[in-house]
């Protein structure tokens, strides 16, 4: 099992990215597949949400309308589109795996090594 993300790096605030996670070793159907992130002296936070109104406990309120995750099947790939970004989304982001009905982070048994995401005003 490997996840690799990228498309981290630095932006101002109010702009995007689009960060990338490609799985290798399983299929990304048969699991739960999210998005955390974890900034410095903060406890990890799922950022994982599907739509607009996502209120799944992997999708925290402070993203919720601004980040989207999307799955390629076909490319066995994960995608977190994020926008509108604010100074307070500054963290290291994660792509993880999980068995289905996992939620907190704890239940994730697979991460990635992380992307740096760094918003400045």
């Known amino acids: 099992v490997q996840l690799v993300e990228s498309g981290g790096g630095s932006v101002q605030a109010g702009g995007s990215l689009r960060l990338s996670c490609a799985a290798s070793g399983f299929s990304i159907d048969h699991y739960v597949m999210a998005w955390f992130r974890q900034a410095p002296g903060k406890e990890r936070e799922g950022v994982s949400c599907?739509?607009?109104?996502?209120?799944?406990?992997y999708c925290a309120r402070s993203v919720r309308g601004r980040f989207i995750t999307s799955l390629d099947s076909a490319k066995n790939m994960v995608y977190l589109q994020m926008d509108r970004l604010q100074p307070a989304d500054t963290a290291v982001y994660f792509c993880v795996r999980g068995q289905p009905g996992a939620a907190e982070a704890s239940e994730f048994e697979y991460w990635g090594q992380g992307t740096q995401v760094t918003v400045s005003l």
């Open positions: 599907m739509n607009t109104y996502d209120d799944a406990p």
